[in-house]
């Protein structure tokens, strides 16, 4: 059983930055898929970003050139730099852990991003 513990989130004004980090229990990092999901109230979880083990990553459009995944397969860590930051981006913030032999999925308890002045 993979355990995530995600922390970072917090208040920040608008066009202010935030990193968000997932520390992963798994010893066997490098075979995990990893990504960061969001959900905001009264809406369904969204995928933000995902990296694959060998570093490939993938974004949707909403945080392109804003947001940064990146992962320490030696640390079996994940992190989310979050830069320009707007009011529509508050959300819990999810990290995810899907291992690519058997497909699972494991999920963090979520941290808390609001973005207000």
């Known amino acids: 059983q993979v355990q995530l513990v995600e922390s970072g989130g917090g208040l920040v004004q608008p066009v202010g930055s935030l990193r968000l980090s997932c520390a992963a229990s798994?010893?066997?990092?490098?075979?995990?898929?990893m990504g960061w999901y969001r959900q905001a109230p009264g809406k369904q979880r969204e995928l933000i970003a995902t990296?694959?083990?060998?570093?490939?990553?993938n974004y949707k459009d909403f945080v392109k050139g804003r947001f940064t995944i990146s992962r320490d397969n030696a640390k079996n860590t994940v992190s989310l730099q979050m830069n320009n930051l707007k009011p529509e981006d508050t959300a819990v913030y999810y990290c995810?852990?899907?291992?690519?032999?058997?497909?699972?999925?494991?999920w963090g308890q979520g941290t808390q991003v609001t973005v207000s002045s």
């Open positions: 990296i694959t083990a060998s570093g490939s990553t």
């Open positions: 798994e010893g066997i990092f490098k075979i995990f898929a």
């Open positions: 995810n852990a899907r291992n690519v032999l058997d497909g699972l999925n494991y």
